[in-house]
């Protein structure tokens, strides 16, 4: 399985930019890397996806350094309803694991 | 995702029942997924299926089937259910195998075994 490592949790206030980082080391030559959120009780949704250098889309920024050994999700001016569990995933998904992923509250 | 339903949304169970969980999608992909998710805890991939003649066996089969009876229908059989089977239960679907192929998910069945 490609293993990837996030922190537990992290906290942040509104109107802040958050970063969370993810390592996956063993990254293979043609994974790609994956990021999505999930609320309370419902199934995880598709953020944002990148193989190297910078993605952006309207929801946020992927940064993937050369060595692809990590990458950080960047959530701008972040809100309350951004409170959510955000996980890392990389490579096909008959191979890698969705983790316990990192738990972002967003405080008032 | 609306195009991925699973039924029923909740099922309270007792210990030894045979239990089935349905997903269906009209995404019109091939691939599709189950996932078990505990309290606080991450998704693990206990089936799937590359079309109907495919079926793998993901982190955590032991206990669990699975029936692919179309291309839509992906169902999830417990043969004999116990406590620590309580969890809640993802589908998701993704029309290939590649890992640019974005997995949608289904809202989740919550299965409480008693």
């Known amino acids: 399985l490609a293993k990837t490592t996030q922190p537990i949790s992290m906290d942040s206030y509104e109107g802040q930019e958050v970063n969370i980082t993810c390592s996956h080391n063993?990254?293979?030559?043609?994974?790609?890397i994956t990021w999505y959120q999930q609320f309370p009780s419902q199934g995880p949704r598709f953020i944002i996806q990148?193989?190297?250098t910078k993605v952006t889309n309207e929801v946020a920024s992927l940064f993937i350094p050369a060595d692809r050994k990590s990458s950080t999700l960047s959530l701008p001016r972040v809100s309350l309803s951004d409170t959510a569990v955000y996980y890392c995933?990389?490579?096909?998904?008959?191979?890698?694991?969705f983790g316990d992923g990192t738990t972002l509250t967003v405080k008032p | 995702d609306a195009d991925v339903t699973q039924t029923p949304r909740n099922r309270i169970t007792k210990t030894g029942k045979r239990i089935m969980l349905e997903c269906s999608q009209t995404?019109?992909?091939?691939?599709m997924y189950w996932y078990r998710q505990d309290p606080g805890l991450g998704l693990q991939l206990i089936y799937y299926?590359?079309?109907?003649?495919?079926?793998n066996k993901g982190e955590i089969s032991d206990g669990y089937s699975v029936s692919r009876q179309a291309q839509a229908k992906f169902s999830l059989s417990l043969e004999s259910a116990i406590p620590n089977q309580t969890a809640l239960y993802f589908c998701?679907?993704?029309?290939?195998?590649?890992?640019?192929?974005?997995?949608?998910f289904g809202p989740g069945t919550r299965l409480t075994v008693l």
């Open positions: 299926s590359f079309d109907v003649k495919d079926i």
């Open positions: 995404k019109g992909h091939d691939r």
């Open positions: 995933l990389v490579g096909d998904w008959s191979k890698s694991t």
């Open positions: 063993n990254i293979a030559t043609n994974d790609y």
């Open positions: 990148g193989y190297k």
């Open positions: 998701a679907t993704s029309m290939g195998r590649a890992s640019t192929d974005t997995q949608y």
